[in-house]
Structure formats: C-alpha cells, structure tokens
C-alpha cells in the first residue's frame, strides 16, 4: 500500500518561507497526482495545491497563488510545497494525497491515499 510522510512544517513569522516535503514509501509516486490540502482547527479541509504524474500541470487556490510553487522530483520520489510570503491565515496542518487527477477543484474525495499532515504555524 502507499504511504506518504509530511515533513517541513514548523513555526515562522508572517513573511517567512518554508518548505514542505511529501515522499512515498514502499512504492513509486511516479503514476500519481499529488495535492496539497490544508485544515485549521474549526475549519473546514481545503485544497491548496496540485501536480501532475510528470509535473506539467499544476492548480494552486486562490488564496495561495504566487505564494507557493509545488514541484515534484521523481527520481527523489519526492513532491515540495514551497510556502513564501506566509500569513497569519496560513497556519494548518498541511496535509498531501495521492490520486489519480489533478483539477484545479482540489476535491478531497478525489484522492485515495493520504499522509498523516504537518503542522504550520506563522504568527509574531
């Protein structure tokens, strides 16, 4: 079975850049889409980011877009969320999945494997 692991979060003032880590154990992830969602305590889980098998396409939220680049090295086995310009408003635990699509949608339901999350906090 697929398992993913998150790793990169911690603590950052609003401004700061981190970068988030997604890598597959046991098997490949070169034959899946992998998003990036998010979920704040009381919130509702929202996507953040997607890319495709060869990377060629990606969708970001809009509240995200021109702040964080997703990428993927698949000879790492690995896909990145780098986070820039970070807000208060971003603080979550960050969660990737691995599917079989990428829509800018960013539908949890469309993603069958998923990581356990990373925590992000950006506050002063």
């Known amino acids: 079975q697929l398992q993913l692991v998150e790793s990169g979060g911690g603590l950052v003032q609003p401004g700061g850049s981190l970068r988030l880590s997604c890598a597959a154990s046991r098997f490949t992830l070169n034959y899946y889409s992998i998003a990036w969602f998010r979920q704040a305590p009381g919130k509702e889980r929202e996507g953040v980011s997607c890319?495709?098998?060869?990377?060629?396409?990606?969708n970001y939220a809009d509240s995200v877009k021109g702040r964080f680049t997703v990428s993927r090295d698949n000879a790492k086995n690995t896909v990145y969320l780098q986070m820039n310009s970070l807000k208060p408003e971003d603080t979550a635990v960050y969660y990737c999945?691995?599917?079989?699509?990428?829509?800018?949608?960013?539908?949890?339901?469309?993603?069958?494997?998923w990581g356990r999350g990373t925590q992000v906090t950006v506050s002063s």
């Open positions: 999945a691995a599917g079989s699509t990428c829509s800018p949608f960013l539908r949890p339901n469309e993603y069958g494997y």
């Open positions: 890319i495709s098998r060869s990377g060629g396409l990606t």
